[in-house]
């Protein structure tokens, strides 16, 4: 195993061929709040008063919270389904390595900075496969952000040449203090159910072809990352509340219950990291969940994070062009019907570049016409 990333969680290895939980939640003591060190310096100097949030697609989001923008995910490209081949679902393999489309990125980020969202000065990755983190190298050499995600996205960083100290692997149970006001904590989550999605992390840094293209499938230079991360952020507001959200871009409702085991290491029941983020952050509920897993996970996850709001999460579909728009809506109506009987508003996105605001009264569609003019949407 390359372990240039690896840190404690690899090298830290019990007799027992486990690392369980508990020792987990000592050796992921990292980030912190306390003293004035902030992952990202220069982006308090104005006191939030709302989030926007803006969907590009599939799972592809900007949160502007005062002068932070994350952005998460990001994939513009799109491999030709003919390109892809083997598993449940043919996403295991791929005939030949495919290139980032660095035009369709940059157009996006030219997109992204026009209005509301700019600069991007934090990357995120929910879950490493191509749909998820094929682009976010390119992404990383943009806007020269930190990336935060699996010990594979940083594998696939290094591998098309963006710096080491540049991405930050995560394995769950970490909290970043970003800055004064914004604090985030990773939780350990799940992909979904299909054989080759079981938790998987890359082993060393890919070997790129000679033209610096990797491979797109879940069974190659892109599996999952060892489920995947959610994120559950709390923000301190200009007016003295907190506002929190939690963010994951995949889930299966047969992995949020089980010890998720990767590499050796137990890291526990998603459902139950879950709730120690939660006693962490002192929450008993969440202003909005953006979610994605339909029903079955829903009915897992409300106990627990008891949202007011759920924004459907990882719509649209992965080969059509980002030009053509949301070729794919929500139809869930088992989803909305469950959400309706819990009382939890749902706000579904309905065409890219979407855009949505969470302040004090709750989530809300907002006006975003000239980013979707750039695209003719």
């Not at 390359?2 to 007799?15: E, F, Q, W």
């Not at 035009?103 to 600069?119: C, D, I, M, Q």
């Not at 952000?145 to 996205?153: E, P």
């Not at 985030?184 to 992909?191: D, G, I, Q």
């Amino acid at each position: 195993m390359d372990r240039s990333l690896s840190r404690s969680h690899t090298h830290a290895r019990s007799p027992s061929w486990l690392i369980t939980a508990a020792t987990l939640t000592l050796l992921c003591a990292c980030g912190g709040e306390r003293g004035d060190d902030v992952l990202v310096p220069g982006t308090d100097n104005t006191a939030p008063s709302e989030v926007r949030l803006t969907w590009f697609g599939l799972a592809n989001w900007t949160f502007k919270i005062g002068d932070l923008n994350i952005m998460m995910d990001g994939y513009m490209t799109r491999i030709p389904p003919g390109y892809f081949q083997g598993g449940s679902d043919g996403l295991a393999y791929t005939r030949a390595p495919w290139p980032v489309d660095q035009g369709a990125v940059r157009w996006s980020h030219s997109v992204l900075s026009n209005k509301p969202g700019s600069p991007i000065n934090l990357v995120l990755t929910g879950s490493s496969q191509f749909d998820h983190s094929f682009d976010t190298a390119y992404w990383a050499s943009l806007t020269k952000a930190t990336v935060i995600g699996s010990r594979s996205t940083c594998y696939q960083l290094q591998a098309q040449g963006i710096p080491l100290e540049q991405c930050k692997p995560v394995y769950g149970g970490e909290t970043f203090r970003l800055n004064k006001y914004v604090t985030m904590r990773v939780v350990r989550w799940t992909h979904d159910g299909s054989e080759q999605y079981a938790p998987r992390e890359l082993q060393h840094v890919p070997t790129p072809d000679a033209d610096g293209k990797l491979k797109g499938g879940a069974l190659e230079d892109f599996p999952n990352g060892g489920g995947s991360r959610g994120y559950l952020f709390t923000v301190k507001t200009a007016s003295k509340t907190t506002l929190s959200f939690f963010v994951t871009d995949s889930g299966a409702p047969q992995g949020l219950t089980v010890d998720q085991i990767t590499d050796g290491i137990n890291y526990g029941k998603p459902i139950e990291r879950l709730a120690l983020a939660m006693r962490g952050a002192r929450l008993k509920s969440v202003d909005l969940w953006i979610g994605a897993g339909g029903h079955a996970v829903a009915a897992i996850i409300a106990p627990v994070l008891k949202p007011r709001a759920y924004v459907v999460n990882h719509i649209g579909n992965v080969f059509v062009p980002f030009e053509q728009g949301n070729t794919s809506p929500f139809r869930d109506t088992r989803l909305a019907t469950w959400l309706a009987a819990k009382n939890i508003a749902l706000v579904p996105p309905l065409q890219y570049l979407d855009a949505f605001v969470l302040d004090a009264n709750g989530v809300r569609p907002v006006d975003n016409m000239p980013m979707k003019k750039m695209y003719g949407f």
